[in-house]
């Protein structure tokens, strides 16, 4: 955890970031396709997106919690189911 501050600021942070959500995309995207919503999928799997590696970014910042605490407020406070 002590190296993630580093791989998400500068230049290379937006590039892990590029990556890091192409990834989600691929990680969420069966989830989304499998709930049924009123939103557009595109939009749920965008809002997913960003609000999983928006959580990372945050916990780059607040290391004081564990994964699986930061696993929990994520689904505790997502819409779609884990």
Known sequence: MDYLPGILSGDGGDIFMGYFKGYLTDLFTPSVQAAVRLAPQ????????????????????????TPDEICSFFLENTSIPG
């Open 42 to 65: 595109e939009y749920i799997l965008n809002h997913m997106i960003c609000d999983f590696s928006e959580t990372v970014k945050w916990w780059s910042q607040n290391p004081k919690y």
